[in-house]
């Protein structure tokens, strides 16, 4: 059974990527840009919860955290991904969207705690919730929290915004004849290690048969797009 479009309720995952331009880790610009969208979908009466990544800044299983303990780099991934949501929390509140963050890792002067039943009261609220922290315990992805979170507030599909249209079969960027899938299933993408996210949160999406919609986030009204159930980018079911 696939769930009845438009969604209602939607879990859409931020990279630290999407917050970035050739000029800064944070662009104002770019972060303006996904406020808009996210504004214009609460007009419509969404229901928005947003995971945000940190790659932008930091990322435990990488070059950068060569040396370190597994676990504090990727602590410090976390704290990553709370500065881009504050980041985010600001673009929305100045354009009256009513936002709030919860953070996986306590941090009462920033954020709330992560609490699934009130995070649910902001969404029938129509408030924003951003999801920062991860699931706030290491040698786990943003990814795989998009997932979790997605599953534990009901939201009817993970939307994945990305810097290109969709999953192609190659690298579109080194292969122009490359192809974009329209569907794709759970298996195709673990068995041949398409870029949609990663295993863990796939594994999870498939279990409880939550749909991933993966589409380019830099087009304005994608957002809109994607969640009124217009066929763009690739949907992983
Ligand atoms: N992280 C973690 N546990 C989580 C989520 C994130 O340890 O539940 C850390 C991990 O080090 C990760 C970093 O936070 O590399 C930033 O998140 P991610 O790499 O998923 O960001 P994205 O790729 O989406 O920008």
């Known amino acids: 059974d696939s769930p009845s479009k438009p969604y209602r309720r939607v ?5 630290g990527e999407a917050f ?11 972060v303006a840009s996904v406020a808009d969208q996210l504004v214009e979908v609460n007009s419509l009466g969404v229901e928005i919860g947003v995971v945000v990544g940190g790659g932008n800044i930091f990322r435990g299983a990488s070059p950068q ?3 370190m303990e597994r676990s504090s780099a990727d602590h410090m991934g976390m704290l990553a991904t709370v500065i881009n949501a504050l980041a985010l929390q600001d ?3 100045k354009r009256g969207l009513d936002t709030r963050v919860q953070s996986a890792v306590a941090m009462q002067e920033l954020a709330e705690p992560y609490i699934r039943r009130r995070a649910v009261r902001h969404l029938e609220k129509k408030r924003l919730v951003i999801f920062a ?14 997932a979790q979170r997605a599953l534990e507030i009901g939201a009817q599909a993970i939307l994945k915004g990305t810097k290109v249209d969709g999953v192609y079969d190659a690298d579109p960027a080194l ?22 996210m990663d295993a863990t949160a796939i594994s999870l999406c498939m279990d409880n048969g939550l749909p991933i919609i993966v589409f380019n986030l830099r087009t304005e009204g994608n957002i ?4 009124t159930g217009e066929p763009i980018g690739t949907i992983v079911e």
């Open 224 to 227: 809109r797009r994607a969640v």
């Open 91 to 93: 673009a929305c509140e």
């Open 175 to 196: 292969h122009p004849d490359a192809t974009k899938y329209d569907r794709l299933d759970y298996i195709q993408v673990l068995k041949d290690g398409l870029k949609v």
């Open 20 to 30: 970035a331009d050739e000029a800064a880790s944070i662009s104002p610009q770019v």
């Open 65 to 67: 955290a060569s040396g």
């Open 133 to 146: 922290s991860g699931l706030g315990a290491p040698y786990f992805s943003t990814d795989t929290a998009a």
């Open 11 to 15: 879990l859409l995952k931020l990279s």
